[in-house]
């Protein structure tokens, strides 16, 4: 699996790599510099030198204008995102960059409202923690928005081939994405790679 952030804290090179990318590509079309809304904080991470690095690389490249809503540091994996209170939170942006990461927020219509705005028209660049952010929600809105749209014949891939465990798999004190109850199928998988013998608690 590529780590989206090094070891030190920074995005790694793949990331802002294919986060300039999409920026390059809506940027370059636009005669007005491209509105973005950076949603940072929460748990685990230095989002305050995140930030910085990515809204600052990102923009020495591109012209992209930035609304950075920073917070939620000292409520970790609980807090709910201010800007998501309002009704239409990402009109006016052309692009929201997800960094935040608030993986026990359960509640069902906050994530719903959430993932709405993406499924309605605007683009997500869903990167590092928000991965598995409202992972403790019984819906899976949000994890959709990192899934491939299924073929115009309704069919989906699956290649377990790249199938990895994530860190939860080896410690209960790993914080990765996690399927909610019921997301299981009544088939051996035969590929990718095996639940570990042994775990560290």
């Known amino acids: 699996m590529t780590s989206l952030v090094s070891r030190a804290g920074r995005p790694s090179p ?19 510099p491209l509105r973005a809304l950076m949603v940072t904080g929460g748990c685990c991470h230095d989002y305050q030198a995140q930030k910085k ?26 807090h709910k995102f201010s ?9 006016g942006f052309d692009v929201v960059l997800h960094n935040e990461c608030s993986g026990m927020v359960s ?11 993406h499924f309605e028209g605007v683009p997500a660049v869903v990167l590092h923690c928000s991965i598995h952010s409202y992972r403790a929600s019984s819906t899976d809105e949000w994890r959709k928005l990192a899934v491939s749209r299924p073929r115009p014949d309704g069919s989906v891939v699956l290649d377990f081939n790249r199938a990895i465990n994530y860190p ?16 299981s199928i009544d088939v051996a998988v035969e590929a990718g790679e095996k639940l570990p013998a042994g775990r560290i608690v």
């Open 107 to 117: 509640n069902v219509d906050w994530v719903e409202h959430i993932a709405r705005a």
């Open 14 to 32: 793949r990331i802002v790599f294919v986060l300039l990318g999409l920026v390059l590509t809506v940027a370059c079309s636009a005669v007005e």
């Open 83 to 91: 800007v998501y209170e309002k009704p239409d939170w990402a009109k």
């Open 53 to 78: 690095i990515l809204s600052e690389g990102i923009s020495a490249r591109a012209p992209v204008v930035w609304t950075i809503v920073h917070e939620g540091d000292a409520d970790g994996r609980e």
């Open 168 to 183: 939860s798999a080896f410690t209960p004190y790993g914080t990765c994405p996690m399927p909610v109850a019921g997301n």
